[in-house]
């Protein structure tokens, strides 16, 4: 269960503890986690178009 993996990395949790979670606060959990995971790539889009632009920038200023 990749829920599992990533709360325990990203928040601390045993795996008792999101075994423990009732079947409704699962779905809430890997809900907020696919957001997280959607979140961060794009974070990692926009650092990569914003690195590219700088780039392209300081080739076209030469």
Same mark, same amino acid.
Do not use: E, K, L, N
């Given at each position: 269960m990749w829920v599992m993996g990533y709360w325990m990395q990203h928040g601390g949790f045993r795996p008792e503890e999101i075994l423990a979670l009732s079947p409704q606060e699962?779905? $809430?959990w890997q809900a907020i986690a696919e957001l997280n995971r959607?979140?961060?790539k794009e974070?990692?889009?926009d650092a990569v178009e914003e690195a590219l632009?700088? $780039?392209l920038s300081a080739l076209s200023a030469k």
């Open positions: 699962r779905t $809430v959607q979140q961060h974070d990692i889009r632009v700088d $780039v």
